[in-house]
Protein backbone atom coordinates (compact mmCIF):
# COMPACT_ATOMS: atom_id res chain seq x y z
CA UNK A 1 0.00 0.00 0.00
CA UNK A 2 1.41 3.20 -0.96
CA UNK A 3 1.64 6.89 0.95
CA UNK A 4 -1.97 8.40 0.83
CA UNK A 5 -1.64 11.65 -0.53
CA UNK A 6 -3.25 14.79 1.30
CA UNK A 7 -6.11 16.51 0.27
CA UNK A 8 -9.31 18.87 0.63
CA UNK A 9 -12.77 18.72 1.44
CA UNK A 10 -14.72 20.57 -1.08
CA UNK A 11 -17.57 22.00 2.26
CA UNK A 12 -15.62 23.64 4.16
CA UNK A 13 -12.18 23.84 2.07
CA UNK A 14 -9.72 22.90 4.45
CA UNK A 15 -7.12 20.10 3.96
CA UNK A 16 -6.31 16.96 5.53
CA UNK A 17 -4.21 13.97 4.92
CA UNK A 18 -5.76 10.90 3.66
CA UNK A 19 -6.09 9.31 7.04
CA UNK A 20 -7.85 12.46 9.42
CA UNK A 21 -10.48 13.15 6.12
CA UNK A 22 -12.70 10.31 7.09
CA UNK A 23 -13.87 11.92 10.47
CA UNK A 24 -13.49 14.82 9.13
CA UNK A 25 -16.18 14.61 6.32
CA UNK A 26 -18.39 13.40 8.55
CA UNK A 27 -18.47 15.92 10.94
CA UNK A 28 -18.84 18.35 8.36
CA UNK A 29 -21.65 16.81 6.62
CA UNK A 30 -23.66 16.94 9.89
CA UNK A 31 -22.07 20.71 10.74
CA UNK A 32 -24.06 21.47 7.69
CA UNK A 33 -27.33 19.31 7.61
CA UNK A 34 -29.30 22.21 9.53
CA UNK A 35 -28.31 24.89 6.96
CA UNK A 36 -30.37 22.82 4.19
CA UNK A 37 -30.35 20.23 1.90
CA UNK A 38 -30.56 19.43 -1.79
CA UNK A 39 -31.12 15.26 -1.29
CA UNK A 40 -30.14 12.55 1.04
CA UNK A 41 -27.28 10.32 -0.56
CA UNK A 42 -25.18 7.59 0.75
CA UNK A 43 -21.81 8.61 1.30
CA UNK A 44 -18.90 6.36 -0.97
CA UNK A 45 -15.51 7.07 -0.20
CA UNK A 46 -13.35 5.12 -2.30
CA UNK A 47 -9.55 4.49 -3.16
CA UNK A 48 -7.19 3.68 -6.04
CA UNK A 49 -3.59 2.72 -5.67
CA UNK A 50 -1.46 4.39 -8.43
CA UNK A 51 2.10 4.02 -9.47
CA UNK A 52 3.27 7.16 -6.83
CA UNK A 53 0.64 6.73 -4.01
CA UNK A 54 -3.12 5.51 -3.11
CA UNK A 55 -5.40 8.19 -4.47
CA UNK A 56 -8.94 8.84 -2.79
CA UNK A 57 -12.25 10.21 -3.02
CA UNK A 58 -15.25 10.81 -1.08
CA UNK A 59 -18.99 11.38 -2.94
CA UNK A 60 -22.37 11.52 -1.83
CA UNK A 61 -24.40 8.75 -3.98
CA UNK A 62 -27.68 9.45 -4.85
CA UNK A 63 -30.08 6.40 -4.50
CA UNK A 64 -31.50 6.76 -7.66
CA UNK A 65 -28.48 6.90 -9.85
CA UNK A 66 -27.90 3.81 -11.57
CA UNK A 67 -24.88 2.28 -11.06
CA UNK A 68 -24.00 2.96 -14.80
CA UNK A 69 -24.40 6.40 -14.05
CA UNK A 70 -21.58 5.68 -11.06
CA UNK A 71 -19.64 4.15 -13.34
CA UNK A 72 -19.61 7.29 -15.76
CA UNK A 73 -18.69 9.27 -12.96
CA UNK A 74 -15.59 7.18 -12.12
CA UNK A 75 -14.57 6.56 -15.93
CA UNK A 76 -14.75 10.83 -16.12
CA UNK A 77 -13.04 11.44 -12.56
CA UNK A 78 -9.96 8.82 -12.84
CA UNK A 79 -10.20 6.23 -15.05
CA UNK A 80 -9.87 8.32 -18.22
CA UNK A 81 -9.27 11.63 -17.20
CA UNK A 82 -6.31 12.20 -18.42
CA UNK A 83 -6.89 11.99 -22.12
CA UNK A 84 -4.80 8.98 -23.21
CA UNK A 85 -6.14 6.61 -26.18
CA UNK A 86 -7.28 3.82 -23.50
CA UNK A 87 -11.08 4.52 -23.17
CA UNK A 88 -14.32 2.92 -23.54
CA UNK A 89 -12.78 -0.24 -21.56
CA UNK A 90 -15.06 -2.34 -20.04
CA UNK A 91 -15.90 -2.03 -16.40
CA UNK A 92 -17.28 -3.84 -13.38
CA UNK A 93 -18.72 -3.72 -9.87
CA UNK A 94 -18.45 -6.72 -7.80
CA UNK A 95 -21.00 -6.35 -4.83
CA UNK A 96 -21.37 -8.91 -3.13
CA UNK A 97 -21.95 -12.26 -5.16
CA UNK A 98 -22.72 -10.27 -8.23
CA UNK A 99 -20.92 -8.41 -10.95
CA UNK A 100 -22.13 -5.74 -12.72
CA UNK A 101 -21.07 -5.11 -15.92
CA UNK A 102 -20.62 -2.09 -17.73
CA UNK A 103 -20.97 -4.55 -21.31
CA UNK A 104 -24.73 -5.87 -20.91
CA UNK A 105 -23.38 -8.46 -24.09
CA UNK A 106 -20.30 -9.22 -21.73
CA UNK A 107 -22.53 -9.75 -18.92
CA UNK A 108 -24.86 -11.96 -20.51
CA UNK A 109 -22.24 -14.51 -22.01
CA UNK A 110 -20.34 -14.66 -18.31
CA UNK A 111 -24.20 -15.55 -16.87
CA UNK A 112 -24.58 -18.38 -19.73
CA UNK A 113 -20.88 -19.68 -19.07
CA UNK A 114 -21.53 -19.82 -15.29
CA UNK A 115 -24.83 -21.88 -15.50
CA UNK A 116 -23.17 -24.42 -18.36
CA UNK A 117 -20.10 -24.50 -15.97
CA UNK A 118 -22.85 -25.01 -12.89
CA UNK A 119 -24.58 -27.87 -15.25
CA UNK A 120 -21.11 -29.56 -15.02
CA UNK A 121 -20.32 -29.66 -11.91
CA UNK A 122 -24.16 -31.26 -10.93
CA UNK A 123 -23.11 -34.23 -13.33
CA UNK A 124 -19.84 -34.97 -11.94
CA UNK A 125 -20.04 -34.40 -7.70
CA UNK A 126 -23.28 -34.14 -5.99
CA UNK A 127 -21.75 -34.41 -2.80
CA UNK A 128 -18.63 -32.24 -1.16
CA UNK A 129 -20.85 -29.43 -2.02
CA UNK A 130 -21.67 -27.77 1.65
CA UNK A 131 -18.27 -25.94 1.53
CA UNK A 132 -19.42 -23.89 -1.54
CA UNK A 133 -20.40 -20.20 -1.54
CA UNK A 134 -22.93 -19.62 -3.84
CA UNK A 135 -22.12 -19.12 -7.34
CA UNK A 136 -21.49 -15.69 -8.93
CA UNK A 137 -24.43 -14.06 -10.55
CA UNK A 138 -23.94 -11.70 -13.48
CA UNK A 139 -26.07 -8.46 -14.26
CA UNK A 140 -25.55 -5.43 -16.30
CA UNK A 141 -25.73 -2.09 -14.94
CA UNK A 142 -28.85 -0.27 -14.95
CA UNK A 143 -29.63 -1.30 -11.28
CA UNK A 144 -30.00 1.79 -8.93
CA UNK A 145 -27.44 1.81 -6.23
CA UNK A 146 -29.87 2.46 -3.61
CA UNK A 147 -31.24 -1.68 -4.45
CA UNK A 148 -27.33 -3.10 -4.03
CA UNK A 149 -25.48 -0.84 -1.65
CA UNK A 150 -26.12 -0.50 1.90
CA UNK A 151 -24.25 1.58 4.79
CA UNK A 152 -21.00 -0.49 6.29
CA UNK A 153 -20.70 -2.52 2.83
CA UNK A 154 -17.97 -2.61 0.90
CA UNK A 155 -17.57 -3.81 -2.54
CA UNK A 156 -14.81 -3.32 -5.59
CA UNK A 157 -14.50 -1.65 -9.40
CA UNK A 158 -12.72 -2.66 -11.92
CA UNK A 159 -11.78 -0.85 -14.59
CA UNK A 160 -10.34 -2.49 -17.98
CA UNK A 161 -9.78 -6.37 -17.53
CA UNK A 162 -6.74 -6.72 -19.08
CA UNK A 163 -5.03 -3.95 -17.22
CA UNK A 164 -7.52 -3.67 -14.34
CA UNK A 165 -7.69 -0.49 -12.20
CA UNK A 166 -9.52 -1.98 -9.00
CA UNK A 167 -11.18 0.58 -6.51
CA UNK A 168 -12.04 -0.04 -3.48
CA UNK A 169 -14.94 1.92 -2.06
CA UNK A 170 -16.56 1.61 1.08
CA UNK A 171 -20.35 2.47 1.89
CA UNK A 172 -20.74 4.80 4.75
CA UNK A 173 -24.19 6.28 6.34
CA UNK A 174 -26.42 8.46 4.22
CA UNK A 175 -25.91 12.00 4.47
CA UNK A 176 -27.89 14.98 3.33
CA UNK A 177 -26.17 17.34 0.50
CA UNK A 178 -25.33 20.79 1.45
CA UNK A 179 -26.72 23.33 -0.95
CA UNK A 180 -23.37 25.30 -1.24
CA UNK A 181 -22.39 22.39 -3.38
CA UNK A 182 -24.64 22.39 -6.04
CA UNK A 183 -25.08 24.72 -9.08
CA UNK A 184 -28.95 26.64 -8.81
CA UNK A 185 -31.44 24.13 -10.00
CA UNK A 186 -29.11 21.39 -10.46
CA UNK A 187 -29.72 18.16 -8.55
CA UNK A 188 -26.73 15.74 -9.82
CA UNK A 189 -26.71 12.35 -9.02
CA UNK A 190 -22.94 12.10 -7.73
CA UNK A 191 -21.46 14.87 -5.99
CA UNK A 192 -17.51 15.04 -5.19
CA UNK A 193 -17.33 15.88 -1.59
CA UNK A 194 -13.17 15.52 -0.95
CA UNK A 195 -10.65 14.49 -2.98
CA UNK A 196 -6.72 14.27 -3.04
CA UNK A 197 -4.88 16.82 -4.46
CA UNK A 198 -0.97 16.63 -6.02
CA UNK A 199 -0.16 19.80 -4.61
CA UNK A 200 2.00 19.95 -1.37
CA UNK A 201 4.28 16.50 -2.02
CA UNK A 202 7.42 17.75 -0.86
CA UNK A 203 10.78 16.49 -2.23
CA UNK A 204 11.98 13.48 -0.26
CA UNK A 205 15.56 14.95 -0.61
CA UNK A 206 14.91 18.08 0.09
CA UNK A 207 11.50 19.25 1.15
CA UNK A 208 10.61 21.75 -1.92
CA UNK A 209 7.41 20.98 -3.70
CA UNK A 210 8.03 17.97 -6.11
CA UNK A 211 6.86 17.76 -9.35
CA UNK A 212 8.40 13.79 -9.90
CA UNK A 213 8.76 10.72 -8.62
CA UNK A 214 10.70 7.81 -8.67
CA UNK A 215 11.08 4.00 -8.10
CA UNK A 216 14.51 3.76 -5.88
CA UNK A 217 16.11 2.03 -3.48
CA UNK A 218 16.93 -1.97 -2.33
CA UNK A 219 12.89 -2.28 -1.54
CA UNK A 220 11.62 -0.07 -4.60
CA UNK A 221 10.77 2.65 -2.75
CA UNK A 222 8.59 5.99 -4.15
CA UNK A 223 10.95 9.00 -3.80
CA UNK A 224 9.27 12.43 -4.62
CA UNK A 225 11.79 14.76 -6.48
CA UNK A 226 11.92 18.61 -7.11
CA UNK A 227 12.97 20.00 -10.20
CA UNK A 228 16.47 20.63 -9.01
CA UNK A 229 16.80 17.17 -7.28
CA UNK A 230 15.68 15.22 -10.13
CA UNK A 231 18.02 16.49 -12.47
CA UNK A 232 21.06 14.89 -10.00
CA UNK A 233 18.99 11.94 -9.94
CA UNK A 234 20.82 9.21 -11.08
CA UNK A 235 17.13 7.02 -11.37
CA UNK A 236 14.48 7.14 -14.09
CA UNK A 237 12.24 9.89 -13.16
CA UNK A 238 8.32 10.00 -13.99
CA UNK A 239 5.63 13.32 -13.58
CA UNK A 240 3.62 13.19 -10.60
CA UNK A 241 0.89 11.24 -12.29
CA UNK A 242 -2.96 12.81 -11.45
CA UNK A 243 -4.65 9.69 -11.90
CA UNK A 244 -4.53 6.17 -10.62
CA UNK A 245 -4.59 5.12 -14.51
CA UNK A 246 -2.12 8.06 -15.87
ZN1 LIG B 1 -14.88 20.09 5.64
ZN1 LIG C 1 14.54 18.42 -3.88
Known amino acids: MGRLFDGTCHICGDSYDGRGISSHIKRCLADQANKGAVHHGLLVSMRADGRAARYWTYVLLRPEATLHE ?8 WMEADGGEERNRPS ?8 YMSDPALAEAAAAEAADEASDEDKEDEEDDENEQDPIE ?4 EVDVGAVLRPRMEATYRYDPHQPT ?23 MVVTLAENSMEGIECTRCGEAAGWFAIAGEDNDVVYLCDGCRREAEVETHSL ?3 PRS
Open 138 to 141: FDDM
Open 92 to 99: VFEIERTH
Open 241 to 243: PET
Open 166 to 188: PVELKIHDPFPLPTSLVEDREDP
Open 70 to 77: FDEFLRDH
